[in-house]
């Protein structure tokens, strides 16, 4: 089945400092593929998303890159802020079948100011 | 609201209790999604609607988990007998009718079986 996960359980990071977290992805059908943020107590919260035919794409403040190839995706975080400071977790789904998306354990990002 | 409500926001049951927890999706998405969030870990999937409809049902641990949604909107997903395994969070997003849409996901049930 479908495998997500990520290299590094918790990353610290200095405020203003560039961010990079890490996704490996086993199923090489998966064609799109979504960051989210999750906050203590809240829900996943939407962050930027990547469809198979890319390898690249920004957002503020966030870029996420695509490899196939490795089957491994990125995410950056550029000038990080206390606001930051969550657990990501990246997503993937496959083209056919339901539209349920697969998720990785999860980063911490702390942000120290 | 404009986003995906939960509730309760927190459950707190004994053991073999049945529960319902409850879901309502962003006004004309008409996917449905259900997750478990076990502490410390990523989402699990549970089950899918489309509609009133359930197309994927594969992700239900039990024949104690059930889900139904009717009208197109609100769900409920429904635990039997519920065990201390059954503790975690239950979020609930949903998204448009189209392949891969966003999905927008509720602040969730803290569900805790003692």
């Known amino acids: 089945g479908e495998s997500v996960g990520l290299h590094l359980p918790t990353l610290s990071v200095q405020e203003g400092d560039n961010s990079i977290i890490n996704c490996a992805y086993s199923n090489s059908a998966s064609d799109y593929f979504i960051w989210y943020k999750q906050e203590s107590g809240k829900g996943p919260q939407f962050i930027i998303d990547?469809?198979?035919?890319?390898d690249k794409r920004q957002g503020q403040r966030v870029t996420v890159l695509l490899n196939k190839t490795v089957k491994h995706l990125s995410l950056q975080i550029a000038a990080t802020q206390p606001g930051d400071s969550a657990v990501y977790f990246c997503a993937e789904n496959t083209p056919t079948g339901a539209n349920n998306l697969f998720f990785g354990t999860g980063t911490r990002l702390t942000v120290i100011p | 609201g404009a986003g995906v409500s939960q509730s309760p926001s927190n459950k707190v049951t004994e053991k073999g209790k049945d529960v319902e927890l409850r879901c309502d999706p962003i006004s004309g998405h008409t996917a449905l999604y259900w997750y478990r969030q076990s502490l410390g870990q990523g989402l699990e999937f549970l089950i899918y609607?489309?509609?009133?409809?359930?197309?994927?049902k594969s992700g239900l641990p039990s024949d104690r988990f059930s889900a139904e949604r009717t009208g197109g909107s609100v769900s409920t997903l429904t635990i039997q007998r519920t065990q201390q395994e059954d503790s975690a969070v239950y979020l609930c997003?949903?998204?448009?009718?189209?392949?891969?849409?966003?999905?927008?996901f509720g602040p969730g049930t803290r569900l805790l079986v003692l």
């Open positions: 609607f489309q509609g009133n409809s359930a197309p994927d």
């Open positions: 997003a949903s998204s448009g009718r189209a392949h891969q849409e966003t999905q927008y």
């Open positions: 990547i469809r198979s035919n890319m």
